[in-house]
C-alpha cells in the first residue's frame, strides 16, 4: 500500500523558518518524482516544487511568492522529501501536500498520482 505521510506543520510567526517532511512508503522513492503543493480551502492546489527521479527535469516555482524561500530535497536513505521553507509570511498559510508520479514532475497536480494527507502552516503577523 502506497502512503505518503507528511509532518513538520505548524503555526509561527511572520519570519521565521519550517521544516516540512513527507514520508514515502509502499513505493521505492527512487523511481518516483516527488513533489510538494500548497492549497487553501477552495482553491486549486498550487505547485511549490518538484524533485525528479532523472527522467525528467526537476521543478521550481517561479512565483514571486515562493522563489528563494523554498528548497526541496531528498533524503533517500530516510525514504522522505523535504520542504525548507524560510522567511514565512502570513501568505503562506496553506495546507501543504506532497505527491508521487511517476511520469510528471511539475505544476499540474492533477498529473500526479499519489497524495498524501497534507500538514498545516499557519503563519501570523
Known amino acids: 500500500q502506497v502512503q505518503l505521510v507528511e509532518s513538520g506543520g505548524s503555526s509561527l510567526p511572520l519570519g521565521g523558518s519550517l521544516r516540512l517532511s513527507c514520508e514515502v512508503s509502499g513505493i521505492n522513492l527512487e523511481d518516483y518524482n516527488i513533489g510538494w503543493f500548497r492549497q487553501a480551502p477552495g482553491s486549486e492546489r498550487e505547485g511549490i516544487a518538484c524533485?525528479?527521479?532523472?527522467?525528467?527535469?526537476?521543478?521550481?516555482s517561479d512565483s514571486n511568492f515562493i522563489k528563494g524561500r523554498f528548497t526541496i530535497s531528498r533524503d533517500n536513505a530516510r525514504t522522505a522529501v523535504v520542504l525548507q521553507m524560510s522567511d514565512v509570511v502570513p501568505d503562506d498559510t496553506f495546507l501543504y501536500s506532497c505527491?508521487?508520479?511517476?511520469?510528471?514532475?511539475?505544476?499540474?497536480?492533477?498529473?500526479?498520482?499519489?497524495w498524501g494527507q497534507g500538514t498545516q502552516v499557519i503563519v501570523s503577523t
Open positions: 524533485t525528479s527521479m532523472g527522467q525528467v527535469p526537476s521543478w521550481e
Open positions: 505527491s508521487a508520479s511517476r511520469l510528471y514532475c511539475g505544476r499540474l497536480s492533477r498529473l500526479s498520482y499519489f
